[in-house]
């Protein structure tokens, strides 16, 4: 099993650009999540979805947009790449089958720059 | 809501020496529990969880972390530090609300180990 992987691993991006964050996971996994990081701030979540053709709004989802259509796949969307969404972008997953007590899986992440 | 509050920013230790990483939570339902530990430049790992049954919980790496309801604490220990735990730890609380597991993270303790 590879786990979680995220492309790119690294991206600079011009002020307006669009670009999309890829996530996979190969553990059959329902439940996945994309969190932000900042530094001193913590991880912040940004949009999960709970199974295919299902998400929501995290605690800062402004900028970003996410779709699921395959259980393996949850691509991040930047439409208007802004400064302040310079950060580390982690994706993970969760088997779901007991909620809140089983663990998260996390990718190694992709470190965007805005400029 | 959940939230987690994990004191000081930046903990070091002599290697050999107890290690003792502080995590306070809020929560208005019984939570569950977690640490995560990032070395540098990679994704969060799970080092242990707290899910309602032991309050004395092990985890990897010679970790360990005791719930105490009473000062809802939730501290990271391990009896002798290494230089390979020099990474930065995380504290999260699980949100057991609405259709998803959510993590609340807190803002993160770096540990650094000297010879």
Redesign the interface.
Known sequence: NAG?TQTPKFRILKIGQSMTLQCTQDMNHN?M?WYRQDP??????IY?S?GAGIT?K?EVPNGYNVSRSTTEDFPLRLELAAPSQTSVY?C?S?T?AE??????Y????TRLTVT | AQSVTQLGSHVSVSEGALVLLRCNYSSSVPPYLFWYVQYPNQGLQLLLKYTSAATLVKGINGFEAEFKKSETSFHLTKPSAHMSDAAEYFCAVSDLSGTASKLTFGTGTRLQVTL
């Open positions: 979680v439940y999540y001193g701030m913590g991880l912040k979540l999960y709970v929501d995290g982690f993970a969760m779901g909620l809140g007590a089983y663990e998260q996390f990718g190694p992440g």
